[in-house]
């Protein structure tokens, strides 16, 4: 019998820890893991990335790991980008799409060592992998539950893990990785993030993940470090330019209705796309599009007004051109920013639009007809972000 | 031989006789190429093999019976030394006590066959036949795509739609239900002779992985009857065996100004990214052309001489879910002279043989190979062809050819040490119904599938390069997004019976892929 108080959801290795911090109580499912949307307050989580350090588990991330003589080759067939041009130990954003040029997922590689690379995905895809495994000698494991991993965010985020004692991280160049021991152990550190801001995410075994956790937490509690969840990185990654599959997107394989998957280009994603390099999926389709135009294209909108743009229909005078997938009033940029998927020819920079709002106030709905401009893309992107060595907060 | 000196507009991998058809097509349409073949000898699967000193046979396909006329004659074959030793053999279902059913045309002899049967018969002739006519209207073009709406497509699929409704209502909602049901329920509708119910069943299923019980096996039956349509009553023998037909199309493609090496295998398509710019032999040597056309099946094209590497995920998922294990073996026995079949004469020695004595007999032969044993009383398809045609054996002396169903291409505990076993329990099945036949052996071979492929380079040793089954004909041959003999891979096209329509020595894969080819112009 299962006890009473067990459920189906899974538990990352620091759940023990987020269950005592999450003092609301606010859970979601993150791919099958009991994951926070909020432990306190989602404005003041917020606020500790772009001002102090915000901690977020990221342990649900879809983990998987390539070694083997054909890895480099393998990957660079499944994804877009070339991943020749990544050396050891660096990481690098990219998506992966069907034969038919329609974005699957997009994701980080760790090019962890010779013939040795992990991919961070949003949804499970191994059934993809292994298929795409065929004719290639490449070993490929799902390693999400054997990584425990956190995103460490936010301008003090270099000075606490100095604090901590890992000696030189702040030269760590950005989407670099480097390793530093750990309770007679190691954990890796990779400069990287979906925030925006200065930041890392640190990977180490699911033993030592409460020890990292407490040693983190004592490191940085005179930098007002905190633990956020997913309603305040959902701002955070608002504001600086991130999609999110599944929200801005709908993954190729999980679109049933056809034309409702995107490709690279209509997700502004098109300097992923590298043809320069042997075949890969989608390549050929993705030639086609090229040469012959998009249907769509993504584009920031910078709306007027405080009301987040959400789910809103997008008109060009009278004509809907496209829809809002991501929303959000950003609080430090003091920008109202929405992302959408317009008709390819409503794309360009500088493009007036108009965005119908809906928003609702003690059960009275109003609707506003809000102006916006197409802009060039984040409207937060910090100069401490890029910096090398990392600046001291 | 290779002109080292000229420049190919397209090599075709593969001198089968569907590539030296297209290779043909294509050099009189003015394209100047060069076909490649890995074996001594063309023809492909329409082979001739000397098996024993002096003794030579079909090795693989032994019948002719589904050579498309407009492809015979286009190709000139009559011209070319093609020759019958005999055509529109009847199919002698044997019965161990020698009360053997002997299937004409339309006619039924023997075995206690009742007037009801006899009757049931010519009406299950009348209208296999008419499904067979109306199918062979979409054989002869490249399949319909369902979605893109091109003209030519539209005109395919009108034709069949409409032949569809012409057949009348009984006829059309017949069709509808037989296609999806299976061969076993069909013979029981119409016949009571067990004989016969068994030897249709046989037809149905001939190289394939399926029982008379398996779905499929009724489009298997409108398959081979495709045969009766274009002009074969019953199974013909090729004068010096099948092998004659690949000389004979070999002279044909040579006089049209094609290029020919034997002995010249392939190891490797070259493709440039997203392009095929030639091949790479096996010893070495490169040659460029700007199009490559496969003879060789689907999945040895794509495995074996493009890469699955090269390709994109989704193709190379589709190749390697294209069914394509043989069952059928073969064995050629060199015979001091003919045995004694009980109850048969010489002149119905030389019909085509069939030792199937019930459908359960068929489906409990199939049942060995679902688990990976061959079967210890298999269903067979037997030839006589010296009886017809004496130059495959000295004087006096014969051959026999069988083919023999239920033998997995994937042995459990592989075929080598179990093939001696396996030949002699046929032989022994055979000399069941020729007691004297044992005496006679000269010399006997045996291929097994996975010997079929090694030969014949046909990856599973499955003589259709894929089971034809209806998730496998028309615009899912050999997969969608390859169902018009273009590849993902520009300038590679594909033209083996692993495309529409199929297998068989029919030679209309070859004329359809050449037919595109040419349509498509300088954008193929």
Known sequence: ?393 | MINVDKKYDVIVVGGGHNGLVCATYLAKAGRKVLVLEANATLGGGSATSEFSDQFSVSSCAHWLFQLNPEVASDMGLKGHGLELAARDLNTIALAEDGNHLTIGVNTLEGAGVTDEDRKAFVAFNKQMLKFSKLLSGAFNRRAPKLVEGNLTDRITLAKLGLGMKMLGKTDMSDLMRLALINIYDVMEENFENDLLKAAISLDSLLGSHMGPRSPNTVYGYLYRRMGDIYGFNGPAVVRGGMGAVGEALGNAAKAAGVDIEVSAAVSKINVDVDRATGVTLADGRVVNAGMVVSNADPKTTFNKLVGLTNIETGVARRVKTIRMKGDAAKLHIALDSLPDFTGLTKDQMGQRLVIAPTMDYIELAFNACKYGEYSKAPAMDISIPTIHDPSLAPDGKHVMSVIVQFAPYELEGGWESHKDNFKNLIIDRIADYAPNLKDKIIASELLTPADLEDRFHIHGGHWHHGEISLDQILTMRPFPGASQYGTSVDGLFLCSAGTHPGGGVMGLAGHNAAKEIIKRGKSA
């Open chain 1, 1 to 393: 019998m299962i006890p009473h108080d067990e459920t189906m959801m899974l538990k990352t290795p620091f759940h023990s820890r987020v269950e005592a911090a999450c003092e609301i109580n606010m859970w979601e499912d993150w791919k099958g893991y009991t994951s926070p949307q909020a432990y306190t307050e989602v404005e003041q989580e917020y606020f500790a990335v772009r001002s102090n350090t915000g901690v977020f588990d990221i342990s649900p991330m879809i983990k998987y790991r390539f070694t083997g003589p054909d890895a480099g080759a393998y990957l660079n067939r499944l994804v877009t980008r070339d991943i020749s041009k990544i050396g050891i130990d660096r990481v690098a954003y990219t998506v992966w799409c069907d034969d038919n040029g329609q974005v699957m997922d997009d994701g980080t590689i760790f090019h962890l060592a010779e013939n040795d690379y992990r991919l961070c995905a949003y949804a499970r895809c191994l059934d993809w992998l292994m298929w795409s495994a065929e004719g290639f000698d490449v070993t490929i494991v799902d390693e999400t539950a054997d990584i425990a991993a956190l995103a460490v965010q936010g301008p003090t985020s270099c000075a606490i893990f100095k604090e901590m004692g890992f000696k030189g991280i702040e030269n760590l160049k950005p989407f670099g990785i480097a390793r530093f021991p750990f309770e007679g152990s190691e954990v890796m550190i990779s400069r990287t993030g979906f925030t925006g801001d200065l930041g890392y995410e640190i990977w180490i075994e699911p033993a030592l993940a409460e020890a990292f956790w407490d040693a983190l937490f004592e490191a940085g509690k005179h930098r007002e470090i905190r633990p956020i969840g997913s309603a305040a990185l959902d701002m955070l990654r608002t504001e600086t330019g991130f999609i999110q599959a599944g929200v801005d997107f709908v993954p190729a394989e999980e679109a049933i209705r056809t034309g409702r998957s995107r490709s690279p280009f209509e997700l502004g994603l098109g300097w992923l796309v590298s043809f320069d390099k042997p075949v890969f999926n989608g390549r050929k389709a993705l030639l086609k599009e090229k040469k012959e135009g998009s249907r769509y294209a993504f584009v920031y909108l910078d709306v007027d007004g405080n009301k987040p743009a959400e789910h809103a229909f997008v008109y060009s005078g009278n004509k809907e051109v496209g829809t809002v997938t991501s929303a959000a009033w950003c609080p430090t940029a003091k920008t109202n920013v929405a992302f959408a998927q317009v008709d390819a020819k409503y794309g360009k920079v500088g493009q007036e639009l108009v965005a119908e709002i809906y928003y609702e106030r003690e059960l009275k709905w109003t609707r506003v007809m809000a102006k916006c401009t197409v802009i060039e893309g984040a409207v937060f992107n910090p100069p401490r972000k890029r910096q090398t060595p990392a600046p001291d907060f």
